[in-house]
C-alpha cells in the first residue's frame, strides 16, 4: 500500500486545530455538553469530545464558544479511516470535514470552514522508511545529552521526544520520532482498526516506518515554520 503522498511530498499532519465563525455548527445530532459562567451562571458554549463516545475510536473535539463565537474544529488524520496513511494535508482537508459530517455528531459549513477558518495547532508529520532501533535511539540520546538548549524523553517506550529547552510558549519545540510500525499494533489502536473494512492494509503500509512529528500549538510557530 503505497501513499499518495509519499511523491508529492506535500506537507501533512496528524493532528490539526482550526477556529472558525461559531455560525458554521450548522446543527447537532447527539447530546454536546453544556458550559457555563461560573458566577452568572450563563451558558457560554458547547462542547463535543470523541473522549466520551466509545463509537468514535480517535481524537475528535468541537466546541461552541459564544463569548467568542467561534467554532473549534480538532482532530486526528484518522478521521480519513482507510486513507489514514495519507493524513491531513491541503488535499485532503475537504475529506476530513466531511467525514466529520458523516458521524451523525453534528453538521458544520464545510465550505465556510475551508474559506474563513485559521489554523491554531498541528503536529506535522513524516513516515520515513527508518527503522528505529535502540542503537539509534543511543545515539540520538548521546548528541542531545551534550546539548543543553534541548531536553529529552522517552516516547511510550518506542520512540524520544525532543523539547527545546525555554521559558517562552512561543519559542518552545518539540519533536518526536517513534516506531509506527509498533505503535499502530498497541491496544489504544485497536479499535481504530476493527472500524476499517481492510486493516492489514494499514498495517502493512506501516511496516518498517518511524513516525517524526513536530508540534505546532501557537498561531506564529506555525506562521514561522510554515510561511
Not at 511530498?9 to 472558525?20: E, N, V, Y
Request: aromatic share 12%; net charge positive; glycine share 2%.
Amino acid at each position: 500500500m503505497k501513499s499518495q503522498y509519499e511523491k508529492k511530498r506535500l506537507i501533512t499532519f496528524d493532528r490539526i486545530k482550526i477556529k472558525s465563525n461559531y455560525k458554521y455548527l450548522l446543527d447537532t445530532k447527539v447530546k454536546f455538553n453544556e458550559m457555563f459562567h461560573s458566577r452568572s451562571g450563563e451558558k457560554t458554549g458547547l462542547f463535543y469530545s470523541s473522549k466520551d463516545d466509545i463509537n468514535i475510536p480517535y481524537n475528535l473535539y468541537i466546541a461552541v464558544s459564544y463569548v467568542k463565537q467561534t467554532l473549534t474544529l480538532e482532530f486526528s488524520s484518522k478521521i480519513l479511516k482507510e486513507n489514514y496513511p495519507d493524513l491531513i494535508s491541503r488535499d485532503t482537508i475537504k475529506k476530513c470535514l466531511t467525514n466529520i459530517n458523516q458521524l451523525n455528531i453534528c453538521n458544520i459549513d464545510v465550505d465556510s470552514i475551508l474559506s474563513n477558518g485559521v489554523v491554531t495547532s498541528v503536529d506535522i508529520t513524516y513516515d520515513a522508511d527508518l527503522i528505529l532501533n535502540d542503537n539509534l535511539l543511543d545515539a540520538l540520546n548521546s548528541q542531545v545529552n551534550n546539548y543543553r538548549r534541548f531536553k529529552w524523553t522517552h516516547y511510550n517506550n518506542e520512540g524520544i521526544t525532543f523539547t527545546k529547552d525555554v521559558k517562552s510558549k512561543d519559542c518552545t519545540e518539540t519533536i518526536t520520532l517513534y516506531n509506527k510500525e509498533k505503535e499502530i499494533c498497541t491496544s489504544h489502536n485497536k479499535n481504530f482498526l476493527n472500524s476499517l473494512s481492510q486493516p492489514q492494509q494499514i498495517m502493512d503500509y506501516f511496516k518498517g516506518k518511524t513516525r517524526f512529528e513536530i508540534t505546532l500549538d501557537t498561531p506564529k510557530k506555525i506562521m514561522n515554520y510554515l510561511n
